[in-house]
């Protein structure tokens, strides 16, 4: 059964730093790209950033990079996010998500972990 | 940047159809892949590839996608389906994932 497991979510204060991490099981980690999509109270889905299977591909949305940067070890089949100069408006569940193929849909997601950012 | 237009509500009584539609410019030339989110729950794929449905997912979720505007149809609503509804593609022009604004369905 493909699990995946978010945490690192927490109470962090505006210019503060969390790393987010992502525990994978139930497949082959290495083959598959991963995404972190956030959501914010009451608010849409926004894709957040991917990396592919073997980190060659790293892409952002605009409203993170150069603050976030998405990393993975396949040895510890495990996804991360390590969030730098964090904003109010990032304040969001983040989701972990397993890409089914390239640039395709995401079949997989975990449960979620709030990330909340305030004074 | 690419831009994914969802109307923000849809009714429908138990037993109707409800069709969600996502808007984009040629969004006919992309692949389009439709989730489901209940209220505290993590989305759920339900069809991918513009039609295609995942294995347990109900023949009653379809999907087309055509010139500027993609649907997904649900056939037979029942009270199960009421939840928020987001259409994704990939934009090769600028290599970032869109969700669409999303769609909340109610069953009436």
């Known amino acids: 059964e493909v699990q995946l497991v978010e945490s690192g979510g927490g109470l962090v204060k505006p210019g503060g730093s969390l790393r987010l991490s992502c525990a994978a099981s139930g497949f082959t980690f290495s083959s598959y790209s991963m995404n972190w999509v956030r959501q914010a109270p009451g608010k849409g889905l926004e894709w957040v950033s991917s990396?592919?299977?073997?980190?060659?591909?790293?892409y952002y949305a605009d409203s993170v990079k150069g603050r976030f940067t998405i990393s993975r070890d396949n040895a510890k089949n495990s996804l991360y996010l390590q969030m730098n100069s964090l904003r109010a408006e990032d304040t969001a569940v983040y989701y972990c998500?397993?890409?089914?193929?390239?640039?395709?849909?995401?079949?997989?997601w975990g449960q979620g972990t709030l990330v909340t950012v305030s004074s | 940047s690419y831009v994914l237009t969802q109307p923000p509500s849809v009714s429908v009584a138990p037993g109707q159809t409800a069709r969600i539609t996502c808007g984009g410019n040629?969004?006919?030339?992309?692949?389009v892949h439709w989730y489901q989110q209940k209220p505290g729950q993590a989305p759920v794929l339900v069809v991918y590839?513009?039609?295609d449905r995942p294995s347990g997912i109900p023949e009653r979720f379809s999907g087309s996608n055509s010139g500027n505007t993609a649907t997904l149809t649900i056939s037979r609503v029942e009270a199960g389906d009421e939840a928020d509804y987001y259409c994704q593609v990939w934009d090769s022009s600028s290599d970032r994932y869109v969700f669409g604004t999303g769609t909340k369905v109610t069953v009436l």
């Open positions: 040629n969004i006919g030339s992309k692949s």
């Open positions: 990396i592919s299977s073997s980190s060659s591909y790293i």
């Open positions: 998500a397993r890409e089914a193929t390239p640039w395709g849909d995401f079949d997989y």
């Open positions: 590839d513009d039609s």
